[in-house]
């Protein structure tokens, strides 16, 4: 077929021409900002799963949303070692100033200017990388006592009231949040916390790994009562036909059943893998229909594709030793697996290998589903080390 017409969009947050099996989950979304505009009760939404199941594409269409019916959003995408406030500041300074043009809301959206700067100058000494222009001098005594709990609170609660005073809400749509730090993790919560109980229209939708379900209880044990935790998964079989048959249809190209069939098999449903199935099979494809052949050959070149892009870019990330723990974990198949099982591949003591897997956990490459247990975070990763490392030399 046409590779220019190829509708599949695999790649890291690219939307996909379908994206399909997520209305509910949007649904209760667009229901939840809507209430937090009203001051209901309503609790923040964090989205947890595995790599490439489709995480920041939601994020990315439930902001659009949000915009669409007059919401104030920011987008913040945590990346590894950088502080929160630093990402926070000059978001919400965009928000804030946005604000300020309503007639209204102006008052306190200057207010919520001052307490910016009284926070990003105070808190500038702890978190050197915190960047924000200046629109007002800070008012003594707002969200400047240079403590990040206290000092993002008072900010929270600044930005709600302006955004109350404007009718609106402010969603904070916020990325990857297993990298942030437990301590400034636990200010958020807080904040939110406390925007919540003031009725303020203010509303985190996050996203990140499964392992920030645990980090965000253990930075604060409420935040479980706090928080909704949808799991994003793998497509069902129907969600996972439509993400591939749609866009075909939509060029008047078909799938045969045995070809739709055999890539959700190869993929799981894992959304990131259909984009990758789909735009191989179409490619690999002379005419309509897709068949189960054009699949076969295709699955070859799907596989070379992931192993260079999607697996690579975290293999890369890895020292010698983690790459061995990784592939001791891929020996003993998808998981999870004990962690004195994995010690025992490598002839190791567990407590050994204790900061490895510590790394490991940091970087988000595994997770611990329950004590003891370890996971990889990309799905078919045991798949993938097995083919870039074969054989048994690892274990020496
Ligand atoms: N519901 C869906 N249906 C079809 N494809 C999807 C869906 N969600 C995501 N994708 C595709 O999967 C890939 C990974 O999406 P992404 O949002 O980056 O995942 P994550 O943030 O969870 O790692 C992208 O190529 C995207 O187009
Ligand atoms: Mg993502």
Do not use: C
């Not at 690219?14 to 209760?28: K, M, V």
């Not at 926070?88 to 910016?116: D, F, I, T, V, Y």
């Not at 807080?190 to 392992?211: D, E, S």
């Not at 003993?332 to 490895?356: E, F, N």
Request: hydrophobic fraction near 40%; glycine fraction near 8%.
């Amino acid at each position: 077929m046409d590779p220019v017409t190829n509708p599949f969009a695999p790649g890291a947050g690219t939307p996909p021409p379908e994206l399909a099996g997520r209305d509910e989950l949007l649904t209760s979304v667009r229901i939840a900002l809507e209430r937090v505009r009203r001051g209901l009760p309503t609790k923040s939404i964090l989205m947890v799963g595995l790599r490439g199941v489709g995480k920041t594409v939601l994020l990315d269409r439930m902001r659009d949303d949000a915009e669409a019916v007059g919401i104030q959003t920011a987008r913040i995408e945590a990346p590894e070692a950088r502080s929160l406030p630093a990402l926070l500041a000059p978001q919400l300074r965009q928000a804030l100033l946005r604000m300020s043009r309503n007639e209204q809301a102006k008052a306190l959206a200057q207010r919520g200017l001052r307490a910016l700067a009284g926070f990003a100058r105070t808190l500038k000494i702890k978190f050197h990388d915190i960047e924000v222009g200046f629109d007002f001098e800070p008012e003594p005594g707002l969200a400047d006592n240079g403590d990040l709990e206290h000092d993002l609170q008072a900010l929270i609660e600044a930005v709600g009231a302006a955004a109350r005073s404007a009718d609106t809400a402010l969603a904070l749509f916020m990325d990857e949040l297993q990298y942030v730090e437990e301590d400034q993790l636990a200010a958020l919560i807080t904040a939110l916390h406390r925007a919540a109980q003031r009725k303020l229209p203010i509303v985190l939708v996050g996203a990140g790994l499964p392992q920030l379900r645990g980090q965000m209880g253990r930075a604060k044990s409420y935040a479980e009562r706090l928080f909704d935790f949808p799991e994003i998964g793998p497509l069902d079989s129907t969600a996972a036909h439509d993400a591939l048959a749609k866009p075909a249809r939509e060029q008047g190209v078909d799938f045969d059943e045995p070809a739709l069939q055999s890539i959700l098999e190869q993929t799981r449903g894992y959304p990131y893998f259909l984009q990758e199935w789909g735009k191989h099979a179409w490619d690999t494809a002379a005419s309509s229909p897709i068949t189960l052949q054009d699949v076969t050959l295709a699955s070859q070149s799907a596989v070379a594709a992931l192993d260079e892009s999607f697996f690579r870019v975290r293999f890369d990330r890895l020292t010698p030793l983690e790459k061995k723990y990784l592939r001791a974990m891929a020996a003993l198949g998808p998981g999870p697996h004990r962690s004195g099982d994995i010690s025992d591949m490598l002839g190791r003591k567990v407590t050994s290998l204790g900061p490895t897997r510590n790394q490991l956990i940091s970087k988000g490459m595994i997770w611990s589903p329950n004590h003891g247990d370890t996971a990889f975070t990309v799905p078919l990763f045991d798949e993938f080390m097995r083919r870039i490392i074969p054989g048994k030399d690892w274990q020496t």
